[in-house]
């Protein structure tokens, strides 16, 4: 008789480890919007890796992953709120056109997106209207305020004293 020092809900009746902070998780998966969409995927590649908990994914999808093991597959919906974020109106600013002198007539048109330099770093706005003296700048995550459905197909699951 085996015995081992895994925590019981770590194990599955199967014996397959199940998903927790700190597991290092192989998947593929794909991303889509809700008019079926595909914004991402990895089923045409080699499959992610990454440790649960390490900031890989946004904080929704871990929680869809949280406790499943190996071998399972499902569309799973995730809120624009687990998501990418609700849309926010106070990421649409409008800002002085002088500001975008510099720039070249075509680069700044409608649906470009432009790179801000923010106190973290930088920040993209896609260009949402041109005016005479103002352009409107919007800051939101392009998948903002979109329900995700996360297909996902889980190929391995390692303890998370071993990751």
């Known amino acids: 008789m085996t015995h081992t020092n895994k925590p019981d809900n770590l194990i599955t009746k199967a014996g397959a480890l199940r998903i927790a902070e700190g597991s290092r998780v192989t998947l593929h ?3 889509l919007l809700p008019n079926g969409e595909e914004i991402d995927s990895t089923r045409n590649g080699k ?8 900031g890989s994914l946004l904080p929704g999808f871990e929680a869809a992953l949280m406790g499943r093991r190996a071998g399972f597959a499902e569309q799973i919906l995730i809120p624009a709120e687990q998501a990418f974020g609700e849309r926010n ?4 600013q409008v800002m002085d056109k002088q500001r975008f002198q510099h720039m070249a007539e075509d680069e700044l048109e409608k649906g470009s ?5 923010a106190p973290d770093g930088e920040l993209p ?3 949402v209207e041109i005016y005479d003296k103002t352009v409107k ?3 939101n995550h392009p998948l903002s305020g979109a329900d995700i459905t996360f297909d996902v ?3 391995n699951v390692e303890d998370p004293a071993e990751a």
Do not use: C, E, H, T
Request: glycine share 6%.
């Open 125 to 127: 706005g896609v260009v």
């Open 89 to 92: 109106p106070n990421n649409v």
């Open 47 to 54: 499959p992610a890796s990454f440790v649960m908990g390490d």
């Open 29 to 31: 998966f794909s991303l």
């Open 113 to 117: 997106i432009l790179s801000f330099q």
């Open 137 to 139: 700048v919007d800051f």
């Open 153 to 155: 197909a889980i190929i």
